[in-house]
């Protein structure tokens, strides 16, 4: 790739035979090759207990996955799809009767062909519903990989029509659910060379990933980061749907959202043009630490931070004045100058571990104090 940029930092879910008060970590990059197409990659890493950072050496290729498997959709889940859609007229109605309760792609496609016969000289609406359907179930998918494959092999290429023309800033996390069960979570963005998709990507172990979309009146834009677990029995993410502020949003169902709250407006110079979020929220004892990017003079892009309250993250307690980190002299040159960017961060002892991307062509590592950095959130 010409570039590796924008990582998200996760802990490896295997943490095996690693020296006492060491931990493995996992860095997802956004690739850039031949015309500007973007995926998914890898990189593995220690750190140990004096907080030094060792990459694993990566292997010299890329694999795509094994195969794109036959997906099972779940029909109560997927017609909810349809009609956010507005796609579930009476022909889609009458396909998703003639479905089991679970169906594969093939079912669907079989379907599809029986029942548009009779429609096919009259009027392509129904034959327009069909290409809708069958749209929705592409981007709704599944891939492996084998275990011989390394990490940093394994490369998530565009699959469905909504990412041929690239998959963007995975933002990950590693989720806990009401049973303790963990599963790693990516919202990313989907784009299709006209209009962008924000999908989710599910994994337990970075071999088996589930792709899915997200649906809703208030899944728009870019920058969706999802909270490591739910928060009073739901769902909950950061977002940012006009291009310019920072809200939070609820949901009873991870894949739909219908509402936000506007919780932080640009308020200093160095995002007064935009403000975002650069990953998910980080549960701290004090509250969420949340890595934020503001745009300000001449597109500069910068990270700061704030804190949210640990039981109503809709109540800001602090956020800071300076960013922590802006482009110096060896950061600004690159795809897109003046910029540094992340995807999200991880505590280590008592530093915050930021990887971030330096102008779009390459990444690196920045450590933060945190109880500086969270004594100056909460007295802010």
């Known amino acids: 790739s010409a570039a590796l940029f924008n990582p998200s930092m996760i802990w490896h879910p295997d943490q095996s035979d690693l020296p006492e008060g060491s931990r493995r970590f996992i860095v997802s990059l956004r690739a850039t090759g031949e015309g500007h197409l973007s995926s998914i990659t890898f990189r593995s890493g220690v750190i140990n207990k004096e907080n030094d950072i060792t990459i694993n050496a990566p292997t010299f290729y890329v694999t795509t996955s094994e195969n794109y498997t036959n997906p099972v959709y ?27 309760d679970n169906f594969t792609l093939t079912d669907l496609e079989n379907s599809i062909k029986i029942l548009i016969r009779p429609f096919k000289n009259k009027g392509g609406e129904n034959e ?28 998530i290429f565009p699959h469905s029509p909504s990412e041929m023309n690239g998959i ?13 069960e963990r599963i790693y979570y990516a ?4 784009f299709d060379g006209k209009v962008i998709f924000p999908q989710l990507l599910e ?21 969706m980061a999802l909270f490591p677990r739910k928060i009073n029995g739901l769902y909950a993410m950061i977002s940012r749907q006009d ?45 969420w630490l949340v890595l934020s990017h503001g745009v ?55 530093e915050l571990i930021i990887p971030y991307a330096m102008s779009d062509h390459a990444s690196s590592f920045a450590k933060v104090n945190l109880n500086e950095l969270l004594k100056k959130l909460t007295e802010s």
Not at 256 to 285: A, D
Not at 317 to 336: A, F, M, Q, S
Request: proline share 5%.
């Open 74 to 100: 779940e029909k109560i889940l997927f017609e909810r799809k349809l009609l956010e859609l507005d796609l579930l007229n009476d022909f889609a109605k009458q396909v998703m009767s003639s479905l089991e």
């Open 128 to 155: 327009l519903i069909a290409n809708g359907i069958l749209s929705l179930a592409l981007s709704n998918y599944e891939i492996q990989y084998s275990p011989d494959q390394g990490l940093s092999e394994r490369i």
């Open 168 to 180: 963007e800033d995975a933002r990950f996390v590693e989720f806990t659910d009401e049973n303790g």
């Open 187 to 190: 919202t990313y963005t989907a």
């Open 203 to 223: 994994t337990k172990d970075f071999l088996n990933f589930k792709i899915s979309t997200l649906n809703g009146p208030e899944i728009k834009n870019k920058g």
């Open 243 to 287: 291009n310019e502020n920072i809200f939070l949003m609820y949901s009873e169902h991870l894949h739909f959202w219908y509402t936000k709250q506007l919780i932080l407006k640009p308020t200093y110079p160095w995002e007064f043009v935009q403000l975002g979020n650069c990953g998910s929220p980080i549960e701290t004892e004090a509250g």
């Open 296 to 350: 300000g003079a001449m597109r500069e892009y910068s990270i700061g931070a704030f804190l949210l309250d640990k039981d109503d993250p809709s109540k800001v307690i602090g956020r800071l004045e300076e960013p922590l980190l802006t482009p110096n002299e060896n950061e600004r040159e690159g795809y897109v100058p003046n910029v540094v960017y992340s995807c999200g961060g991880a505590i280590y002892g008592d």
